[in-house]
């Protein structure tokens, strides 16, 4: 999970409840981080600085400041958080692999949802994180 908190940038693709979102995070370094996504037919947009985050939406060619959309901070810290809770077994178990991936699962201790996350053998960067039903997070390295 310390991969999330400190990559320079991926893409990534997130289904959770009704949103779907697909976009970029770029960050400069740790803490200060663009987002950029697409979801329902809208252009979103949200950096971190010295005044916490701020949000824009794209109208046109140009960006407008604008205020979180309702899902919107849940999609930011989806991809700037690495959310590692403790777990129900002690530690991440391992489930297998998959191809180029190794797939591990555990459950979260306070809330009893099963994780699942798939990470790349080859450099340890996250593919994939499951919550149960719930959150699809699919992310790839460019």
Not at 4 to 17: R, W, Y
Not at 83 to 98: I, N, S, V, W
Not at 99 to 108: E, S, V
């Amino acid at each position: 999970m310390l991969w999330m908190q400190s990559a320079p940038k991926f893409h990534f693709v997130l289904d959770e409840g009704s949103v779907r979102a697909e976009g970029d995070l770029s960050r400069e370094t740790v803490g200060k981080q663009l987002v950029q996504f697409r979801t329902n037919g809208e252009e979103w947009r949200a950096t971190s600085g010295m005044r916490g985050v701020v949000w824009e939406r794209r109208n046109g060619a140009s960006w407008s400041a604008a205020d979180a959309p309702p899902f919107g901070n849940r999609v930011y810290q989806r991809v700037t958080l690495a959310f590692d809770p403790q777990k129900r077994e002690g530690t991440a178990q391992l489930a297998g692999a998959e191809g180029k991936t190794t797939h591990y699962r555990f459950t979260n201790a306070n809330t009893g949802e099963v994780h699942d996350v798939w990470v790349n053998t080859a450099d340890r960067h996250v593919e994939r994180i499951k919550i149960g039903d719930a959150v699809d997070l699919r992310i790839a390295v460019r």
